[in-house]
Every structure is written in C-alpha cells, then in structure tokens.
C-alpha cells in the first residue's frame, strides 16, 4: 500500500474498510473530518 493524504484519511474514518472484517481492532477510526484532517496535517509535518 502506498500511503497518501486520501488513503490516510480512508483509513483513519474506517480502518476495518480497508483492512477487512476479520480484523481486530480497538480503534474504529476517526470520524470526525476536521479532526482527521488536523491528524493528517500534522503527521505531515512531524517527519
């Protein structure tokens, strides 16, 4: 998988769409889209 800002943040919504069903996670994402799009700004600059 090759990470972008828009696959980053379909993952962060829902990480069981991407990763399937037979996951077992205790995060179930981000719903929230300023919240995701402030997680993703801010991963960008924290390299």
């Not at 696959?7 to 399937?20: E, H, K, R």
């Not at 981000?30 to 997680?39: E, F, G, N, P, Q």
């Amino acid at each position: 998988m090759i990470w972008t800002e828009d696959t980053l943040d379909t993952y962060l919504a829902s990480p069981f769409m991407m990763l399937g069903s037979g996951i077992n996670m205790t995060v179930n994402g981000v719903r929230d889209d300023k919240a995701r799009a402030d997680l993703i700004e801010y991963l960008k600059h924290a390299r």
